[in-house]
């Protein structure tokens, strides 16, 4: 099983977009304790086995978190189940997951699957659109969604997704507050080591994603840059 919740920083890699080798190899031997696999757009179950098949070489442990049931592949370390908190559809909510337990429910190794309170609070995001995401309106608000995944949905996990955009530091240092005793993930926007600092400084794990197709060297440099800072 693994053990996400010691860990500080990981990469995201979405299987719609391209990564060659050498550059997929930096990422898994970086030292980042772990590797999401995941995406809201052009996902399939072809493009993500080849790029579990290909993270499989390295000894990275690696998660696929799951937005398409099409998608789901069958080997990865674990599964994050995200549940969109602030989603203006509510079949975002819970539908897709009943759907999901309607087809594979017999077949599910429940201790590898882990579900995520999300927020996602930029309104230009992918996962924003699909989802109607409801818009926050300050810090009070966040803070009242971080309780009702730690206290009403009791996730492991709470994710504030930020989706192409660096993030409020004061929204995310709320949501910490008021995400007891569970293990908040932060995501958005890094782009080099001043970023990933600030972010390492409030949220439990730093989640790097666009930068890796951007500037792999400046991405690398994340991993260090987010271990040198005291767990919040």
Known sequence: MIDFHNWRHVFKLDPDKPIDD????????SGTDGIIVGGTLGITYDNTLELMARIRRYAVPT?????NLEAVVPGFDAYFLPLVLNAGDPDWLIAPHVAGLTAYGSYIHWEEIFAEGYLILNPD???AKLTKARPVTGKEEAKAYARVAAHICK????YVEYSGMYGDPEIVRACKSGYEGGTLFYGGGITGVEQAREMAAIADVVVVGNIVYDDVEAALMTVQAVKEVNRP
């Open 155 to 158: 996730t492991p996990i709470f």
């Open 22 to 29: 050498d550059a997929l190899e930096a990422i898994c031997d």
């Open 63 to 67: 998660v696929l978190e799951v937005s």
């Open 125 to 127: 995001a992918a996962a």
